[in-house]
T-cell receptor, first 112, second 112 residues
Framework: DGGITQSPKYLFRKEGQNVTLSCEQN?????MYWYRQDPGQGLRLIYY???????QKGDIAEGYSVSREKKESFPLTVTSAQKNPTAFYLC???????????FGAGSRLTVL | DQQVKQNSPSLSVQEGRISILNCDYT??????FLWYKKYPAEGPTFLIS?????DKNEDGRFTVFLNKSAKHLSLHIVPSQPGDSAVYFC???????????FGQGTILTVHP
């Protein structure tokens, strides 16, 4: 069954710690994305990648980093530089840019 | 600068009646529009889309209308069902844009 797997589903982090969220897809999609959801603010784009070994900053990239070493994987690291990291993080993929996105189930990060 | 706006945070409708969700955009480069449905703690799922060469697209109970001159799109759900209760996001992109921009979302509640 093709889809996107995000892990962990829930994650707790102490202030000052970096944390990495995993995103794996078996849809053979070229493009992958990370969005953040906060109440009342919809989905905001953090980073996106249209091809392996290449990625671009989205609207709110500060305090985050990504890598795209394999087509099926696009991990997101939330660094200690991110001021308000508590949020629901969504990974998505698409056949190409600006196409229909398929989303994972999300990861909820809480900073204690 | 919010390029995609959903000005109604919530909408309440009686079962069997029509639900109309609205979305406005400002970027003339957008030429592809989508609606997503999201339940709490889950990823959004694709509902319906429309390209800028059309003004209407229909799929079962869901119809999306696009008014390019007003930079406005709407989603009609007829008849509404309690299972339609969710957050609805509109999104916009372009063939040369490379990413989707989402609105803030509208919480739809359908009462039995």
């Amino acid at each position: 069954d093709g889809g996107i797997t995000q892990s962990p589903k829930y994650l707790f982090r102490k202030e000052g710690q970096n944390v990495t969220l995993s995103c794996e897809q078996n849809l053979n999609h070229d493009a992958m994305y990370w969005y953040r959801q906060d109440p009342g603010q919809g989905l905001r784009l953090i980073y996106y990648s249209q091809i392996v070994n290449d990625f671009q900053k989205g609207d709110i990239a500060e305090g985050y980093s990504v890598s795209r070493e394999k087509k099926e994987s696009f991990p997101l690291t939330v660094t200690s530089a991110q001021k308000n990291p508590t949020a629901f993080y969504l990974c998505a993929s698409s056949v190409g840019g600006a196409n229909v996105l398929t989303f994972g189930a999300g990861s909820r990060l809480t900073v204690l | 600068d919010q390029q995609v706006k959903q000005n109604s945070p919530s909408l309440s409708v009686q079962e069997g009646r029509i639900s109309i969700l609205n979305c406005d955009y400002t970027n003339s480069m957008f030429d592809y529009f989508l609606w997503y449905k999201k339940y709490p703690a889950e990823g959004p799922t694709f509902l319906i889309s429309i390209s800028s060469i059309k003004d209407k697209n229909e799929d079962g109970r869901f119809t999306v209308f696009l008014n390019k001159s007003a930079k406005h799109l709407s989603l009609h759900i007829v008849p509404s069902q309690p299972g339609d209760s969710a957050v609805y996001f509109c999104a916009a992109g372009g063939t040369s844009y490379g990413k989707l921009t989402f609105g803030q979302g509208t919480i739809l509640t359908v009462h039995p």
